[in-house]
């Protein structure tokens, strides 16, 4: 069994910096993206930015330039350094694990129970 664990969420003013970490324990297979999904109030949940184990980033259009995602393949750990904080960036986030045995294997995901990230305006 997968586990993620968020931490790092927080209250913070606009313009201001803060950085998520998560932590996947259990077996994970070495094919795999780890990400962050935000689900801001009243909106749907989606994906914030997203890296493989191979290093390939994939951010969403409104992140571009603030925010920057980091791993430790070792550490089986995602980082999300967040820049110039805006209201609208305000949201639960969640940490998402995907992975596969085999690259053309069935595809499981995995989530983190979330934190929350508050900005002030």
């Known amino acids: 069994q997968v586990q993620l664990v968020e931490s790092g969420g927080g209250l913070v003013q606009a313009g201001g910096p803060l950085r998520l970490s998560c932590a996947a324990s259990?077996?994970?297979?070495?094919?795999?993206?780890m990400g962050w999904y935000r689900q801001g109030p009243g909106k749907e949940r989606e994906l914030v930015a997203a890296i493989t184990s191979g290093g390939s980033t994939n951010y969403a259009d409104s992140v571009k330039g603030r925010f920057t995602i980091s791993r430790d393949n070792a550490k089986n750990t995602v980082h999300l350094k967040m820049n110039s904080l805006k209201a609208e960036d305000t949201g639960v986030y969640f940490c998402?694990?995907?992975?596969?045995?085999?690259?053309?294997?069935?595809?499981?995901?995995?989530w983190g129970q979330g934190t929350q990230v508050t900005v002030s305006s």
């Open positions: 998402n694990l995907e992975t596969r045995v085999v690259p053309w294997g069935k595809k499981y995901a995995y």
């Open positions: 259990g077996s994970i297979s070495s094919i795999n993206t």
